[in-house]
């Protein structure tokens, strides 16, 4: 019985959060698509915790800040337009996920 606590507890361990927005709406200039499923929205970047992620959540959102500008990497450089009002809708839509959310199953 210890031994199967143990698992579950590094189990744990290893849960993440995620900083994700949806993608950009196809159908209206800038704005995002809220609808499409979230194994299809986009990571920007992840937290040990979830209040840390929260409180990014909060400043972006307080700032209409693009979450895209978040990304350290540079892999969503092609993300990064001069489009405020996509940014905003981007920013007001952005959410925070737990790593093992099971809605991310299937995403490539």
């Known amino acids: 019985m210890s031994n199967l ?3 579950y507890l590094a189990a744990l361990a290893f849960v993440g959060w995620y900083l994700m927005m949806p993608p950009d709406s196809s159908r209206i200039p800038h704005d995002v698509d809220v609808d499409v499923p979230l194994s299809r929205w986009t990571i920007v970047t992840n937290y040990d915790t ?5 409180k990014v959540l909060a400043d972006i959102q307080n700032s209409f800040q693009d979450p895209a500008e978040l990304d350290k990497t540079g892999r969503l450089r092609r993300l990064q337009k001069n489009d ?3 940014g905003k809708a981007r920013a007001i ?3 925070c996920v737990e790593s093992d959310d099971f809605r991310l199953k299937g995403r490539k």
């Open 5 to 7: 606590k143990s698992r």
């Open 50 to 54: 979830q209040e840390h992620c929260e």
């Open 84 to 86: 405020p009002a996509l």
């Open 93 to 95: 839509n952005a959410a």
